[in-house]
């Protein structure tokens, strides 16, 4: 069974802080990781993929793959409130066509 | 481009009914998934097709689930008869092949379906 493992939080900071996010996942042979997030109510919006191993900037976010230890992480630079939503970790098939997602770590950055 | 269009957006119904939801893709997209929203669950795949053939349909619950893509612009998913655990939120998405094999997804607003 294929699975993607997330720290439900919630994870709380303070406004301008850098908040890590976490996952981990099953499949060896995924080959391509999705950080999603999502605000209460809405659906599922992309903030960035990374593939290869190492880091991946866009802006103030960070994703972070290590392969060998199964690992995806979000850093989120300068947390506003407007970043308060669940950020959903998720991974490809080994086909490259379909993602599977966590239930995602909730986020609330304080004014 | 108008993005992923679902309807209905919210929909109430009674325990043996049956439920129809409704997806029209992102045009020039060929992959088109099914996915339901829940707080015990999560985000999980029920149905995924590809230039309107379904591919893997191993996450679909139970035999009263039902989906089908009649053409590139439109998707069905559904439900007879429901039941009150079916209650959740069904998201579809579409995508393209992206470059290096990154298939990005785009959802659609959500249908909320509330089975009493």
């Known amino acids: 069974q294929k699975e993607v493992e997330q720290n439900s939080g919630p994870l709380s900071v303070p406004e301008g802080a850098i908040a890590s996010l976490n996952c981990t996942y099953s499949?060896?042979?995924?080959?391509?990781f999705f950080w999603y997030r999502q605000y209460s109510g809405k659906s599922p919006e992309l903030i960035m993929f990374i593939y290869s191993n190492g880091d991946k900037e866009d802006g103030r976010f960070t994703a972070q793959l290590n392969k060998a230890s199964q690992y995806v992480s979000l850093l989120i630079r300068d947390s506003q409130p407007s970043d308060s939503a669940t950020y959903l970790c998720?991974?490809?098939?080994?086909?490259?066509?379909?993602?599977?997602f966590g239930k995602g770590t909730t986020l609330s950055v304080s004014s | 481009d108008a993005g992923v269009i679902q309807s209905p957006r919210h929909e109430v119904t009674e325990m043996g009914q049956e439920v129809t939801l409704r997806c029209k893709p992102i045009?020039?997209?060929?992959?088109l998934f099914w996915y339901r929203q829940t707080m015990m669950r999560g985000l999980e795949l029920l149905i995924y097709?590809?230039?309107?053939?379904?591919?893997?349909d191993s996450g679909m619950p139970e035999d009263r689930f039902s989906a089908k893509m009649p053409n590139a612009s439109f998707s069905t998913l559904k439900i007879q008869p429901s039941e009150p655990r079916d209650s959740a939120v069904y998201f579809c998405?579409?995508?393209?092949?992206?470059?290096?094999?990154?298939?990005?997804?785009?959802f659609g607003a959500g249908s909320r379906l509330t089975v009493l």
């Open positions: 499949d060896r042979g995924s080959q391509s």
């Open positions: 045009s020039g997209h060929d992959y």
């Open positions: 998720a991974f490809s098939n080994q086909a490259g066509t379909a993602l599977i």
């Open positions: 998405a579409s995508s393209g092949t992206g470059g290096s094999g990154a298939n990005v997804l785009t």
């Open positions: 097709f590809n230039n309107n053939v379904p591919i893997d």
